[in-house]
């Protein structure tokens, strides 16, 4: 008689070891690529998006105008104070701007990473005051409490897959970004600043923000 039966016969049941199924691509967290110059573009290619998308806006002042008149509902007199010098910019030609970027947004085909210098007026946008010091992390935070942290934006949102290629580094706000598959962008040809450019509208959720390095930091899940 083996053992196996010997000690079934006396009434004890032998532990078995069952090791623990692996975890399914489902049980785990999204990756969220981070692209260099090569990535950008290839991400570009896959999109079917050559760089002539996002005329008269991208690497161009008229963006200002062109954001601010999407925030305002269509005040083009207000537009204007945006970029006072492209005062000659009509309504019709935001208007021949926006329709040709909406129609040129396309979804990502993968989770990327982005990344965004804003001014204090960014704030705004939560009710909060423009002014930023170190205090406005834990009145950024309390609002996060209060809202779930979820916002849009009426306007376009830029974005950089490389903060080292930015311009605009100085200003006092850092975003984050993690953008979901999906999400309707234009991958840029804009090399300087490698810029993507989300569709205006776009739901957007801060899930972390704190006070690092004289500047305000805030990590944004699209």
Known sequence: ??????????????????????KTMAGLPPIYHKLDWAGHQALM???GQDGSEGQDYVNTSQAYIV??????GGDMADAHKATPNWSWITKADVQQTIHRMDKQMKPLPRNIQGVR?????FLTTMGLPNQINRNTAAALRTWMQQTGGGFS????????????ANVFTAKPIRINYRIGKGTQTIMTANKAESEG?????????ITDVRWRNGKLEIDVTV
């Open 1 to 22: 008689m083996g053992r196996g039966r010997l000690a079934a016969s006396h009434g004890m049941q032998q532990a078995i070891s069952t090791p623990a199924p692996p």
């Open 45 to 47: 290619t896959a999109m």
């Open 67 to 72: 954001n601010r008149f999407l925030r305002n």
């Open 117 to 121: 210098f804003v001014g204090p007026d």
């Open 153 to 164: 934006d009426k306007a376009y949102t830029s974005f950089s897959t490389d903060a080292n």
């Open 197 to 205: 450019v989300m569709a205006r509208g776009v739901k957007q959720r």
